[in-house]
């Protein structure tokens, strides 16, 4: 890898895109998990929002903005 430095919006698009990544898992986690309960127990899995990926991605900045 060379020595390149990625734009304030390169790193934006990157941190987004872990951003949807984890938060598809972890819903996808959530209603694996559900599956899992025996019938009449289980409870909806509500799919995630532009606001969730947003606070994901926001966190990433946070931890990449840290000294």
Do not use: C, W
């Not at 990157?14 to 009449?40: C, T, Y």
Request: net charge negative; glycine share 8%.
């Amino acid at each position: 890898m060379g020595n390149s430095t990625k734009s304030g919006y390169e790193l934006r698009t990157d941190l987004l895109g872990m951003a949807i990544g984890i938060v598809e898992s972890r819903v996808q986690r959530q209603f694996e998990n559900e599956h899992l309960k025996p019938e009449g127990t289980r409870q909806p899995v509500l799919p995630f929002t532009t606001e969730d990926i947003l606070a994901e991605a926001e966190k990433l900045y946070t931890f990449v903005n840290k000294k």
